[in-house]
């Protein structure tokens, strides 16, 4: 256990990277308050935290929802104290040719992965700033860098909220609070759970003639949570601007 016991808030805490995230720093003796829409998820993250070492507060939210933002933090901080993480990592991605998606899909990515963030980042910002120390951690994906086709609105959504994480890192500058891009390569979730298999497939034959997805390995949850926790322990003099993780190719024979 650290020597300090820090609050953090991980938003989409109810699987995949975002539940492997809030047991990591769960595990380091923290209180970890637990956002995201499915309340029994939420609830068996907690059970994960607790028997870790963490102490849990499970809460819905949904990132798209202003109101809900503001509640979700308010209660946080009522319960838990002054929140001194935040990691932003609830996000979707709606697969399928650019023209035939409907604009509420893209809307509905564009919320939630990228003014959802931000709406979450500028609601504990005033009070870390205050304080003169914080950490703010922005999920991203390598689509951020090399996006991909069929995944346009995703793509766009990822990059945006690196290009406002960089712009944030250098509004951030002297105030002791620090913004940190985890950047994510593909990693074995239920991401794609809504995706039907004749799209997974379909993707996956498509992807590696533009140079993506040549191998088919996936990172652990644990994996990405690592960096994670790597950032937002990094001591005072030491700022982790960006960190991509991305799963080894397939060793030689
Ligand atoms: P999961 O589908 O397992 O988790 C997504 C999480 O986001 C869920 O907990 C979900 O919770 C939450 N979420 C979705 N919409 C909302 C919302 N409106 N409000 C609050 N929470 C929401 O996928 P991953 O764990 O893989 O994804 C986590 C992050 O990692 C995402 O930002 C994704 O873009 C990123 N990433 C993932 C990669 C991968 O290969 N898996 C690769 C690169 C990046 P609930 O449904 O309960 O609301």
């Given at each position: 256990?650290?020597?300090?016991?820090?609050?953090?808030?991980?938003?989409?805490?109810?699987?995949?990277?975002?539940?492997?995230?809030?047991?990591?720093?769960?595990?380091?003796?923290w209180k970890i308050?637990?956002?995201?829409r499915r309340a029994d998820k939420l609830d068996e993250t907690a059970g994960l935290v607790s028997e870790n070492g963490g102490e849990a507060f499970p809460r819905t939210l949904d990132v798209t929802d202003a109101v809900s933002i503001d509640a979700f933090v308010t209660t946080v901080a009522d319960v838990m104290g002054p929140v001194d993480v935040l990691v932003n990592n609830a996000g979707i991605a709606i697969p399928g040719p650019f023209w035939e998606l409907a604009p509420e899909q893209l809307e509905r990515e564009m919320r939630t992965n990228l003014l959802g963030p931000m709406l979450c980042a500028r609601r504990v910002l005033g009070p870390m700033i205050q304080r003169g120390?914080?950490?703010?951690?922005?999920?991203?994906?390598?689509?951020?860098?090399?996006?991909?086709?069929?995944?346009?609105?995703?793509?766009?959504?990822?990059?945006?909220?690196?290009?406002?994480?960089?712009?944030?890192?250098m509004e951030l500058e002297g105030t002791g609070v620090r913004a940190t891009t985890v950047r994510v390569g593909p990693?074995?979730?239920?991401?794609?759970?809504?995706?039907?298999?004749?799209?997974?497939?379909?993707?996956?034959?498509?992807?590696?003639?533009?140079?993506?997805?040549r191998h088919f390995n996936t990172l652990h949850p644990d994996d990405v949570a690592r960096a994670v926790v790597y950032a937002v322990t990094s001591p005072p003099g030491v700022h982790v601007d960006l960190i991509e993780v991305q799963p080894e190719a397939p060793t030689e024979p």
């Open positions: 256990m650290s020597s300090e016991s820090r609050v953090a808030i991980v938003t989409g805490a109810s699987s995949g990277i975002g539940r492997a995230i809030a047991v990591a720093l769960g595990s380091l003796g308050a637990l956002g995201g120390r914080g950490d703010v951690v922005f999920v991203s994906s390598d689509t951020a860098r090399a996006p991909r086709p069929r995944m346009l609105g995703y793509s766009a959504t990822k990059a945006g909220i690196e290009v406002a994480a960089r712009a944030l890192v990693t074995l979730t239920d991401f794609a759970s809504e995706w039907s298999s004749e799209q997974v497939d379909d993707l996956m034959s498509y992807w590696p003639k533009y140079g993506i997805q």
